[in-house]
């Protein structure tokens, strides 16, 4: 299932990468969407990046529209939005699905190997967060309403251990 995380495709502004490419450094997984109550988050996923540096700490933002409908953007408007509103410049992937039959290869190897509260492997909302260990070892799995700013103690942990 290890192999299945870093292997899964993701698309980056046209691009296609796999997450084997940032394998030596923390990788912070999000599922995001630009109309949902808890976007605010945008702003402190970038103070991570910010703070942490992109040799340290990968932000990666995944949007998904299956909650309530709260991503309408298409990938080009996502961004833009992003940017303008929230002053993002960590990277947003190709809009996915992160549950049902047709969830991203990642998302199905996060929730197996980082499952949810009683063993739940279902994404229950918009920015459920994932945080990957620099040799993928350890994969600790954030509520939505978990700050990203509270991860801190979490990645400076990750950090020394890496």
Sequence with gaps: MKEQLYQSELIIHGVTHTLSEW???LILVVNTATKCGFSSQFSELQALQD???E????????PCDQFRHQEPE??????KFCALNFGISFDL??????????ADPLFQALTSLAPGLLGSKAIKWN???FLISANGEQILRFAPQTAPKKLKADINRM????
Excluded at 159 to 162: F, I, P, R, S, T
Aim: charged share 25%; glycine share 10%; hydrophobic share 35%.
């Design 55 to 62: 040799a340290c700490l990968k932000v990666i933002g995944f």
């Design 159 to 162: 950090m020394v251990v890496k």
């Design 23 to 25: 394998k030596n450094q």
């Design 74 to 79: 298409n990938d080009e408007s996502m961004g």
């Design 127 to 129: 920015f459920t967060k």
């Design 93 to 102: 992937a190709h809009k996915i699905e992160v549950n049902g039959q047709n």
């Design 51 to 53: 703070e942490y540096g």
